[in-house]
């Protein structure tokens, strides 16, 4: 049996190590069409250390992303520091402890200074409010945040925290797709707050939230690849997916002039929303339509190497950006910080990132490398006391790289399913369907594996 996937991302490598590990006498094909793998997860070296240009860390208390970067012989480390703080109304002030933005802590939350003494006592209603009851409905992040807590701690503490996931906007993004675990609150407590204090508990003697990897999390796809052996073609770009007249598929590579036709019994399409709607369009019309309608944000990573000297004192691993303070740089990681290793390997040279770019506002992005390195310079200036420009700078774009998990996204996703669960031997998996984390678009290509793998036992009975 032949199995191809489509993309060399993680979720597609994740798929192709799932059924190299289930069949090992199956073979498998991974075609990538850009001139490597991995796909958001990449590293890039900067002042001379090499540091993740993407991805920079994953959920550790989901295991699927721990568990498959230890089986590939990879060493994970935790952030030397968790505490960030939010850049707002002109001054730094410490993250106040929350929820995805579910404030735990009323006296915390006043004390942290992010909201105003207006804005606190608004949220503080959220204690003796009416339970809110969405019944079925789908609702946006923001229209469910304001209306328990206000509109300034959505301005303030939300939309940075989902900024920084998402690249969206609070009061476009689906409460159900991508913040379940307080739509699930809901019915634990009338008060929000008090529902997600209980479900945090206390934090002492916590397993990490988040993990890395001993050298970068861009280290993984190429582990993989060796670790179970996949075979990955780069520079593959698939231009058609047809059903083959002996069953199973045709894969057509390359350019048109010189297309060449690859068959597959089974194929999983591990690519972004855009590209799985254009290879679906002749073979699951349906799926391609919805597929075709999800938006994706465009997003700049600015890593910089400062001298240890040149640097004015920080604290904790970074900072957020509320939108509507109106700077460029939505948040600031201080990689030498929060991980040890990025300390070590930087020796005298200490190595930050920023991160630019919001849905719908890609104009910033359309600047040069060296104007992006420049405002995000700006911003440090007026938030750290920054006053030179770095040793060494590099700019990763990620152009359409996320996800739009609009309201209604989770029906979209069921449609698309349903579509495609017609034919048993294709299936989709990627960042578009259940979660934007590394562990969600590990988990979306096993789950891929397992349902390819299904239908091909069910055909060899």
């Known amino acids: 049996m032949h199995v191809v996937v489509v993309g060399g991302g993680i979720s597609g490598l994740a798929t192709a190590a799932a059924v190299r590990r289930a069949e090992p006498s199956y073979a498998v094909t991974v075609l990538e069409g850009s001139p490597a793998i991995g796909g958001k997860l990449k590293l890039a070296e900067v002042g001379g250390v090499t540091v993740d240009v993407g991805a920079e860390s994953m959920l550790n208390r989901r295991p699927d992303a721990v568990t498959l970067a230890s089986d590939a012989g990879l060493g994970i480390v935790h952030p030397a520091t968790t505490q960030a703080s939010i850049w707002t109304r002109q001054r730094m002030r410490p993250m106040p402890r929350s929820l995805m933005g579910v404030p735990v802590d009323q006296k915390d939350l006043v004390e942290s200074g992010v909201l105003s003494r207006a804005g606190s006592t608004r949220a503080a209603l959220d204690q003796v409010m009416p339970a809110t009851r969405l019944g079925d409905n789908d609702v946006s992040v923001g229209w469910l945040i304001e209306e328990r807590f206000g509109k300034e701690l959505l301005d303030r503490l939300v939309e940075p925290l989902l900024g920084g996931v998402y690249a ?232 359409g790289g996320l996800p739009q998990y609009t309201v209604g996204h989770l029906e979209r996703v069921a449609r698309v399913r349903s579509s495609i669960a017609k034919e048993p031997t294709l299936a989709v998996a990627g960042a578009t369907y259940d979660g934007l984390g590394i562990p969600a678009c590990i988990a979306s290509g096993h789950a891929a594996a397992d349902q390819v793998l299904r239908s091909l036992a069910d055909q060899g009975e």
Do not use: C
Not at 371 to 391: F, H, W, Y
């Open 168 to 399: 969206g906007h609070a009061r476009e993004i689906s409460a159900r797709a991508a913040v379940p675990q307080i739509v699930a609150l809901l019915d634990q407590d009338k008060s929000l707050s008090r529902a997600a204090a209980a479900a945090l508990g206390p934090s002492e003697g916590a397993a990490p939230v988040f993990a890395g990897i001993e050298g970068g999390i861009g280290r993984l796809p190429d582990a993989l690849v060796r670790a179970f052996g996949l075979q990955v073609r780069t520079g593959a770009m698939v231009r058609q997916l047809a059903r083959a007249g002996e069953g199973g598929w045709n894969v057509v590579v390359g350019p048109t002039t010189d297309p060449e036709v690859i068959h597959a019994d089974a194929v999983v399409l591990a690519t972004p929303a855009a590209a799985t709607a254009r290879l679906l369009r002749d073979v699951v019309p349906d799926a391609a339509l919805e597929l075709a309608r999800v938006e994706a944000a465009s997003v700049a990573i600015v890593t910089m190497a400062f001298r240890e000297r040149d640097l004015p004192e920080v604290q904790g691993s970074g900072f957020l950006v509320p939108p509507i303070d109106g700077r460029v740089v939505k948040a600031a990681t201080y990689s030498f910080s929060k991980w040890d290793w990025v300390r070590k390997a930087g020796g005298e040279m200490r190595v930050l990132r920023t991160s630019i770019g919001r849905h719908r506002e890609e104009q910033v992005l359309q600047a040069d490398d060296d104007e992006l390195v420049q405002l995000s310079v700006n911003d440090l200036a007026d938030a750290i006391g920054l006053s030179v420009r770095p040793v060494e700078s590099h700019v990763q774009r990620w152009g």
